[in-house]
């Protein structure tokens, strides 16, 4: 079972202790905003860097093909 992008970032959270509205803040948006990406998972790419940068981490998005090129 794979994890969505919101599952992932909220387990982040947890881990860093980090309320919504502490990674609202660092991630420079109001926490309404944040939750409201949070139960669609509704993020662009450009989102995802954003949040990744708040929670400290990186972030890799690849596109594998059949014969196993990466994009």
Do not use: H, W, Y
């Amino acid at each position: 079972m794979e994890l969505s992008v919101a599952e992932k970032i909220r387990l982040i959270m947890k881990r860093k202790n980090m309320s919504m509205s502490d990674l609202a803040s660092a991630s420079g948006q109001t926490r309404q905003n944040l939750s409201n990406k949070m139960t669609r998972g509704n993020f662009s790419e450009k989102d995802i860097k954003l949040l990744a940068e708040a929670l400290s981490c990186k972030v890799k998005i690849i596109f594998e093909f059949p014969d196993g090129d990466e994009i």
